[in-house]
């Protein structure tokens, strides 16, 4: 069901019900009213017709020859003066001969030739006077005012309906407009959606969608330019490992060796760059965390080590030997810092050493390394953390993804840690790898 047709149902029933108990309040508190004010009128008839008879002489009876009263005949109304001793004086006309005799003062109802009467006796110095009129007039009466107030009751009622309608049509119109502007949409359009005079309540949605489309197009955009980098670095060394291995069916045996080991080189970078991009995507998916896990600073530089071809290149530098734990996964820590280790020595020409310093502390542990590469003293480091991006433009040495650093920055990033890059005076880089350690740490 839609929203206008819930809104309708609800609020149509709503009026409903609220405007048939005020109709029936009214029609209660009407036929009380009219009835006190009936009974009134009855009332005052009798005490009327008492007056008018205290004013005639005491003879005034004895030439009366039948006891009725000159007015002309009503089906509706009935009136009898009765004396003390219970003789009866005057009466309409009609046949009521015993039906309006009443033993005392007020109002009853009696039922007289099958027919329902409002009786009232007044009595004044032992005279009776007895009133009465029909009740089914009383009924048609009151019929009669329901029927005449009835009819702008009702159509007050469908007005206000038809108006409800009309208010909810134009009060969800805006709802219409965004519904029909994202229908007409491209798939790839995702600019932000603008709603013409949109209501406060649907300001926070249209604002909410709009920063939705917009980290949506933002995502593609990456995705699509890692996309696009990632087929050309994988292309250029399927290209040099095709080649190498057609080179290695045409040349000399003494050549074919070369030729094959460089095939093995690239198929070894090839490898590399798929092993960083796989971690990439690995880091894309964990967006709640979901790796962590124990680990230590210890564990963490064990693990990196490890993995290094040149790792006898590495002086450690351990400024406290206490093992602290982190707030990161074990596999991601070590990577960061083995990509750092790997970035160092590729840059660091000969058997020039590369310095790794671990400070544990109770908030972070800072992984500091220090190399003598090719970096100049006075050039920039903010472009060393982009996708695919390399020193100079160029290849180095041939063993380069373009993506070690890109994750560093990424893991570092998503688990609230600090990268930092400084150049050193002389040449070389000094990275700085900051990450949170465990709450108890500090306990």
């Known amino acids: ?43 005052a008839s009798a005490r009327m017709v008492a007056g008018l008879v205290a004013q005639l002489p005491e003879d005034a009876w004895a030439g009366a020859a039948e006891p009725m009263l000159s007015i002309p005949q009503s089906s509706g109304v009935a009136c009898q003066i009765s004396s003390p001793a219970g003789e009866v004086l005057m009466r309409t006309h009609g046949d009521f001969a015993g039906q309006l005799d009443a033993p005392e003062a ?8 099958g027919q329902r009467w409002r009786v009232f006796t007044y009595i004044q110095n032992g005279l009776r006077v007895t009133t009465a009129d029909l009740l089914a007039e009383r009924v048609m009466l009151q019929r009669n005012i329901v029927v005449v107030a009835a009819l702008p009751f009702v159509v007050a009622l469908l007005g206000s309906l038809l108006t409800l309608w009309f208010g909810i049509r134009r009060g969800l119109r805006p709802l219409e407009h965004l519904r029909s502007e994202l229908a007409r949409r491209d798939p790839e359009t995702l600019t932000p959606v603008t709603i013409v005079d949109a209501p406060a309540e649907l300001e926070p949605v249209v604002d909410t969608l709009n920063r939705l489309l917009v980290r949506t197009r933002e995502a593609l955009r990456r995705e699509q330019r890692f996309t696009s980098d990632a087929a050309h670095e994988l292309r250029t060394p399927l290209t040099a490992i095709k080649t190498h291995v057609q080179l290695a069916s045409r040349v000399p045996a003494d050549q074919m060796h070369e030729a094959m080991s460089r095939a093995e080189a690239g198929i070894a970078r090839l490898q590399r760059t ?59 820590a070590a990577a960061a810092l083995r990509n750092l280790l790997e970035n160092a020595l590729r840059h660091t020409h000969g058997d020039e050493p590369v310095v790794l310093e671990v400070r544990p502390g109770p908030r972070e542990v800072v992984f500091t390394i220090r190399d003598r590469g090719d970096w100049p003293a006075e050039q920039s480091t903010h472009n060393l953390t ?58």
């Open 274 to 332: 798929l092993d960083q991009l796989l971690l990439l995507a690995r880091l894309e998916v964990d967006q709640a965390g979901n790796l962590m896990a124990q680990v230590n600073s210890a564990s963490i530089v064990e693990t990196a080590l490890a993995d290094l071809e040149n790792r006898e290149r590495v002086v450690m530098v351990e400024h406290d030997s206490n093992s602290v734990a982190v707030e990161a996964p074990h596999e991601l």
């Open 106 to 113: 007020g109002f009853i109802n009696r039922n007289i030739d």
């Open 386 to 443: 982009q996708r695919f991006w390399r020193h100079g433009g160029g290849q180095g040495n041939g063993q380069g993804s373009g993506l070690g650093l890109a994750i560093v920055a990424t893991i570092t990033e998503r688990y609230g840690g600090a990268l930092e890059f400084t150049a050193r005076d002389g040449g070389g880089l000094v990275a700085r790898l900051s990450l949170p350690a465990k709450e108890h740490n500090a306990r």
């Open 1 to 43: 069901m839609s929203l206008r047709r819930r809104l309708l149902l609800t609020l149509g029933l709503s009026f409903c019900v609220l405007w048939a108990l005020a109709a029936a309040w009214l029609y209660s508190d009407l036929r009380g009213q009219m009835r006190q004010t009936l009974d009134q009128r009855l009332a």
